[in-house]
Nanobody, 134 residues
Framework: VQLVESGGGLVQTGGSLRLSCIAS????????IGWFRQAPGKERERVSCVWNNDPKPYYRDSVKGRFTTSIDVAKNTVYLQMDRLTPNDTGVYSC????????????????????????????WGRGTLVTVSS
């Protein structure tokens, strides 16, 4: 059971990157999947979250209108399309998944990485580095 991120790299301000998060050993069809980032010297923050058939993915305010997350259940992959990048978007981006049991996806999206009934079942990737130069 693991998650593997890819797609990070160095990009100039205003550029774009698309991150991928591929699952193995389990399926995304019944999970909530979030993207997180951590900049040097700062706390980890939730960037986005989505689940299968989700009508409205979650985004933190600072990325709304610039980032888009999507899920391809057939490929067991979640994507994070990042446009109009700024240096403030620099950090290690990680994906995490948790089974959606007992509650809907929004419940787990808000609590992924924090306290919730399935905390012990969370799966995290190791991350991919995104660096945005000014």
């Amino acid at each position: 059971v693991q998650l593997v991120e890819s797609g990070g790299g160095l990009v100039q301000t205003g550029g774009s990157l698309r991150l991928s998060c591929i699952a193995s050993g389990f399926t995304f069809s019944d999970h909530a999947i979030g993207w997180f980032r951590q900049a040097p010297g700062k706390e980890r923050e939730r960037v986005s979250c989505v689940w299968n058939n989700d009508p409205k993915p979650y985004y933190r305010d600072s990325v709304k209108g610039r980032f888009t997350t999507s899920i391809d259940v057939a490929k067991n992959t979640v994507y994070l399309q990042m446009d109009r990048l700024t240096p403030n978007d620099t950090g290690v981006y990680s994906c995490a998944a948790v089974p959606r049991t007992g509650y809907d996806g929004s419940y787990y999206c808000l609590r992924l990485g924090a306290d919730h009934p399935n905390r012990a079942l969370e799966v995290w990737g190791r991350g991919t580095l995104v660096t945005v130069s000014s």
